[in-house]
């Protein structure tokens, strides 16, 4: 399954886009099924429609633990790091893992979760988050996880859309010196939620929280009665390649976050196979992806990927910059981490320290280094290589989406020869195109487009839950069969890609997706205001930050506290992630005729950049340009 040379790549490159099926089928040969499909492959764009190992039956957990056994039962699976480097790590071998994951499993059924149930996860980074992603696999009901930044809001909006019949949780969590009060933020949002008749509540602050009689219950308890019952195993559900594995919320350009779905076939095999590929991952390498499982990078690369492919990842509960920016080098100097996998701006955060935390760290076990969730600019990039790498361990700058399951174009390690910048070459089976306005594909090199895909991988979602047409406008719908990613991208001469950012209203704010749209209805929530615009300018460490022009009249108290009570406003709406970090107080946003707010000069006077505003004669009230400009942060 693992390509091992440049040449190799080109010529496997050329079987998967000549021959996908045969491509796909010998890749799938790699898992373990309870039995083979029919067909490999049926597919449109239109409605869309794509299945993948059509007939074939399996249960992802077997793949990533049951399988294992015989030859690395004995072997690290998962190895924890707190977030506290005083408090004992934790080293889950592959039977250790196997048998909580049947533990916690046998608990979920004691609590009348059924195939096809829908689980809302939100924990901090502990294995028992792995654990209870695996035990909802194991017994075939699908996941939702909700990562710790979002607001009890955002969690009611996700529970009601997928309809959740119950809760995972943890009383607090530990990130850097903040205890999150988990269990109280699921309180307050399950006041909206009738659907959830159960929570489960795993220790770890041990913080006072409400447990509610007939509602919920602690994690330990639980394990306790299934260790009474004395039965150790749970069988695995059998479950077909096209049935639901989980939903994952993701923000796009309109309205509310939508649940992108994963199936259990395609989604195990594309995210095995990209794991092994790119990061070149050799037996017993240790590797630590920086991610926090209620991101797909998460789901993907700390959980599903590495352990099909029977390797040792790291879970780490807390943030780079706690005790100190050594954190990382403490953790990769500890474990001898081989394979380092983080994002842009964890780096660029990183550098500002300069090179004293690097000081007196061995970091010579590092093989690998990665980078994900955001363009990663040259000054980073060389950073990483030089002061990480030590110019020895090659960058694999992965680009890939929610949406896609796994990685889609990025260098395989070690292999591929890489650049600054570029996420280079696409993955096996993976048919990019850039094409112009009017759809059309834009053929040769050194041009630039919008990035589609034009052929389906077994990774690609398979609708947005409870609204397929939603999914269909959003990534099938602008231009004719394909798959439109929303990102716009350059081809230079050798046939390289790179990735320049988002062409549609979603801001990446430290590698997080969040939907202007999304933002603004949050801001509009607040008493005094009447209308908003958010837009993205650059920022140094987050890639993105958040703009906010908010024309509010009715202000209580003086500017600087209504600015508080805005950002308090989205804190509580969608959660501190989306926090805007520049609030301008305008008289009136620049509106055409026709009402259409003109963000395109927003975002130059959000960037600083008022020199030229390009033609402004459309605008209903030229003049608000003037104190817009006048008034910028
Ligand atoms: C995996 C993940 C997806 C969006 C994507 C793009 C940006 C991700 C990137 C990258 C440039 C890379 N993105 N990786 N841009 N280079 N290597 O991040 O998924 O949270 O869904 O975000 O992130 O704009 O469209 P997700």
């Known amino acids: 399954m693992k390509i091992s040379s440049f040449e190799e790549y080109h010529q496997v490159y050329k079987h998967s886009v000549e021959q996908p099926e045969e491509f796909w089928a010998g890749i799938a040969d790699n898992f373990h099924w309870r039995k083979k499909w029919d067909n490999v492959l049926s597919w449109n764009f239109k409605e869309p429609n794509v299945k993948w190992f059509e007939g074939a039956k399996l249960n992802i957990t077997e793949n990533c633990l049951d399988r294992h056994l015989d030859a690395l039962g004995d072997k690290p699976a998962i190895i924890w790091e707190p977030n506290d480097p005083t408090e004992d790590h934790r080293i889950l071998t592959y039977k250790q893992l196997h048998d909580k994951v ?30 209870a992603v695996l035990a909802c696999a194991r017994i075939g009901a699908i996941h939702s996880v909700v990562f710790g930044g979002f607001s009890a809001q955002s969690i009611a909006d996700r529970i009601k859309d997928a309809e959740c019949a119950l809760v995972i949780t943890a009383d607090g969590g530990f990130r850097g010196t903040k205890d999150l009060p988990l269990k109280s933020v699921i309180d307050d949002a399950l006041v909206q939620c009738p659907s959830v008749k159960r929570v489960i509540v795993l220790t770890r602050s041990r913080t006072p929280v409400s447990m509610i009689k007939g509602r919920d219950v602690w994690w330990e308890d639980e394990i306790k009665k299934v260790e009474t019952q004395g039965n150790p195993e749970c069988p695995v559900e059998e479950m077909d390649a096209e049935d639901m594995l989980f939903i994952l919320y993701t923000s796009g350009s309109t309205g509310k976050p939508k649940g992108v779905v994963h199936t259990c076939g395609g989604y195990m095999v594309y995210a095995g196979y990209t794991f092994a590929n790119t990061f070149q991952y050799n037996p017993g390498d240790v590797y630590f992806c920086t991610a926090d499982i209620g991101w797909i990078t998460g789901h993907s690369y700390i959980v599903y990927g590495p352990l099909s492919q029977g390797a040792t990842t790291l879970i780490f509960e807390g943030i780079p910059t706690y005790p100190d920016a050594g954190r990382f080098w403490d953790i990769v100097d500890k474990y001898k981490v081989n394979i380092l996998y983080t994002a842009p701006t964890a780096i660029r955060s990183l550098m500002s320290f300069g090179l004293d935390p690097l000081k007196d760290k061995d970091l010579s076990s590092i093989k690998v280094l990665g980078s994900v ?7 980073a990039w060389h ?8 110019n020895k361990a090659p960058i694999v700058d992965t680009w890939w989406q929610t949406e896609n399951g796994g990685h889609m174009i990025t260098p395989i390690a070690g292999i591929t020869p890489t650049k600054p910048g570029y996420a280079t070459l696409p993955l096996p089976g993976i048919q990019p195109v850039l094409v112009d306005e009017n759809g059309k594909e834009i053929e040769g090199n050194g041009v630039s487009g919008n990035l589609c895909i034009k052929f389906p991988w077994p990774g690609i979602l398979r609708t947005t839950y409870g609204d397929h047409e939603r999914g269909r406008q959003t990534y099938f719908a602008t231009y004719e069969n394909m798959y439109f990613t929303g990102d716009g991208c350059l081809r230079d001469e050798d046939g390289y890609y790179k990735i320049t950012g988002r062409v549609d209203d979603v801001l990446n704010v430290s590698g997080h997706r969040i939907g202007t749209a999304e933002v603004e209805n949050a801001i509009n929530m607040h008493s005094s205001v009447v209308e908003s615009a958010v837009v993205g300018y650059p920022h140094d460490i987050k890639g993105q930050g958040v703009y906010a022009f908010v024309v509010s009249p009715g202000q209580h108290g003086d500017a600087e506290l209504n600015k508080k009570d805005i950002i308090m406003t989205v804190q509580r709406i969608i959660g501190p992630i989306a926090k805007p970090d520049k609030i301008q107080f305008v008289s009136g946003l620049p509106k055409t005729r026709s009402g259409k707010i003109m963000r395109r000069i927003l975002r130059k006077i959000a960037e600083g950049d008022t020199s030229n505003l390009g033609d402004t004669s459309t605008l209903l009230d030229p003049s608000v340009v003037e104190e817009i400009k006048a008034g910028a942060l």
């Open 102 to 131: 049947c533990q916690f499993a046998n608990v979920l059924k004691n609590n009348g979760v059924k195939k096809g149930d829908r689980i809302c996860i939100y924990m901090p980074m502990l294995p028992e988050l792995a654990i």
């Open 383 to 390: 950073w990483f290589d030089d002061h990480i790498g030590h």
């Open 373 to 379: 969730g955001e363009p990663i600019n040259e000054e």
